[in-house]
């Protein structure tokens, strides 16, 4: 049940790294209104890190290509896409997408 | 009770990141427990670093026996993407004190990211505390998940089905940011050309560069397409 001291440094080392870029503009971008031109860039942020994440975490798995049917995640991310499109709901995209994805494992 | 813009409403915004975070954090906590680390650092990294790409990276870089300015180093770049997603939501929260700013930012996510993104998008303003629920449920969840996956870690045959979930999540809220977006179009063309850089990007240099390359260049399209298209077609 320890915490050894080198692994807590490390934990707070990394935690310090990862805050700084999550809490340093929010505090200082939010004291003054930004440029039109700059809010619409950030409006499409969300949607191309997530597409950049999915697409090397199921294209990539392991840092190798895997374009092919034998690859399980692709079908089973197809189903997720398809229940997501048809029922707006994200408890039911994951929910179905991880029950393909155990079917075809 | 029942205020929409509570810390409870926030709360239940989360359910769905909630419920991915229990399925990826049970295979974070298999991973750590299985790399070596005790409870209480599993029960320290889930709630202290509390990012799950980040988490895998330490536990592997761990049992490969790297040197810790290495593995603090890298993560430094896998989480230099939140840097977007905390400007992204700036605009939004400036009604709010610095030191609340500061204390959201902290448990900034991919994920919760996304939601509170949808939900400012839709009908703006919400207050700290909504987001500040969103983000306590998300939380809350992951140091359970990361416990119970270090607890039955023995047991734990394979992980990968449950890690499933995060793609699935993903998947998800892309949709939902598609649904929403006032430009469907731009929006979709960003999203394939963001896939197919980072996957390109990837393919050439594998690491968190990626991501930051093929979210510069997404943006930057989607602004340019946008500008481009609301150009009146006479003066093209």
Avoid at chain 2, 15 to 36: K, M, Q, W
Avoid at chain 2, 58 to 79: D, E, H, K
Avoid at chain 2, 111 to 131: D, H, I, K, Q
Wanted: proline residues 6%.
């Amino acid at each position: 049940m320890d915490v050894r001291p080198e692994i807590l440094a490390l934990i707070l080392a990394c935690a310090l790294v990862t805050a700084l870029p999550r809490v340093l503009p929010l505090v200082a971008l939010s004291r003054f209104e930004l440029p039109s031109w700059l809010r619409e860039w950030l409006g499409y942020v969300p949607l191309a890190v997530l597409a950049a994440l999915l697409a090397i975490e199921v294209l990539l798995p392991g840092g190798e290509p895997g374009f092919s049917l034998a690859n399980p995640a692709l079908p089973a991310l197809a189903a997720a896409f398809a229940i997501a499109v048809w029922s707006r709901s994200l408890i039911g995209t994951v929910i179905a997408g991880v029950a393909a994805y155990w079917l075809l494992a | 009770m029942n205020d929409p813009e509570g810390f409870a409403a926030g709360a239940r915004a989360g359910i769905a990141v909630v419920l991915g975070y229990l399925g990826i954090g049970f295979a974070a906590g298999v991973v750590e427990r299985a790399a070596g680390l005790s409870y209480a650092e599993v029960l320290l990294i889930s709630t202290v670093l509390y990012a799950g790409s980040a988490q895998f990276v330490v536990t592997s870089m761990l049992s490969l026996a790297s040197p810790l300015s290495a593995i603090v180093l890298t993560v430094f770049f896998v989480n230099l993407r939140h840097l977007l997603l905390s400007a992204a939501l700036a605009p939004h929260l400036r009604a709010l004190r610095p030191w609340q700013n500061a204390l959201l930012g902290l448990q900034l996510t991919d994920e919760t990211f996304v939601v509170a993104s949808a939900r400012f998008s839709a009908r703006p303003p919400a207050g700290a505390a909504w987001m500040a629920g969103l983000n306590m449920s998300a939380w809350t969840a992951w140091a359970a998940a990361n416990l119970a996956g270090a607890a039955l870690s023995g047991f734990a045959a394979d992980t990968r089905v449950l890690g499933f979930a995060l793609p699935c999540m993903f998947a998800g809220l892309i949709v939902l940011q598609l649904a929403a977006h006032p430009r469907f179009g731009v929006a979709l063309a960003v999203t394939l050309a963001a896939a197919a850089v980072a996957v390109a990007l990837h393919l050439a240099a594998p690491g968190p560069w990626a991501i930051i390359g093929a979210t510069l260049f997404g943006a930057t399209l989607g602004l340019g397409l946008r500008r481009w298209m609301s150009v009146p077609r006479s003066s093209r």
